[in-house]
């Protein structure tokens, strides 16, 4: 019966990665805690760089900074 | 003053249905818990079914193998 | 299949208006957009009046303004 | 290590307003609770309109209807 | 730079068995995805029984019909 | 309109500090995006450290790393 929702920088997950991180998630939370797969809930956000801030900027902005070193 | 997110498969929900929805939550965390409409909100997310997961499975696989009986 | 979070402020929610509440967005969800029931999920937070604010208070504030007139 | 999401109504903020609010919000954190910004993470979600309800009507209905006065 | 959020009913996991599902869910984010495990930031909450449900009723009532067979 | 979540450790964040957070964010909303103040909602949640993860461990474990040395 959990939710996991899961938040990901929009970069070219394919639909295969992304149901093999739903296969995998479901199945840590069964071993792990004994939840039942059947009920196991996955969502996946594709956030666009220009949306995704982390340490004060835009992954779009750290991601130009890296390009020119 | 609440606050609810409806997750749903992006298949197709028109404007009206959605509408329908936003109205129908609002009334009942009034009748309900005699919450104020007028700052209640109510927001959508409409999910790809390659990033809902439910039973381990990707909604877009469990879709297929259903048509494939 | 829908996943429902609704965040209200904690002040006294019995458990039979949190029941009300899962049993009518459910149906609701069942109704206006045909989801299955047997797999719609509702979490309900219940969220500390220090802890909301609308308006740039907090609702602990703004209640405290309301009861001096 | 905050983590903060930010909805708003998808109605043409820029890269660069979404950047000063990235900004913005980060140094909030360090400077009133003390958070380091390097592990300080924000998202920001632009929701359609028709995906956004307040008052029991979704914002599209709300602009329509200001619109015609 | 992922964030997880899982939701679990309070149900008496223990510190031990939510290390193991934040370790885990880091690791398959770094072998599916190639996302670096240092800003990989999961958050877990444990929800009350009556404030979960499924089905369109609470967990509890679930729960205790379950235990009258 | 706007809504926003902050999430963050639960480590002893006063009522006068959420207030501060509270209002600054607020206020950022409305001097970038003009967002009105008066249906900008904000909810804080406190998480445990034992169910806050980064960089594959809890914020327990890496607090008593920490103080170890």
Chains 1, 2, 3, 4, 5, 6 share one sequence.
Do not use: C, F, H
């Not at 992304?18 to 956000?45: M, W």
């Amino acid at each position: 019966m959990p939710y996991v929702n899961i938040k990901i920088t929009r970069e070219g997950a394919t639909a295969e990665q992304k149901a093999t991180l739903i296969r995998g998630v479901t199945l840590l939370l069964r071993d792990i805690l004994g939840k039942n797969p059947e009920t196991t809930v996955v969502t996946i956000d594709e956030v666009d760089t220009d949306n995704w801030g982390i340490g004060g900027d835009s992954v779009t902005v750290r991601r130009a900074r890296e390009r020119q070193g």
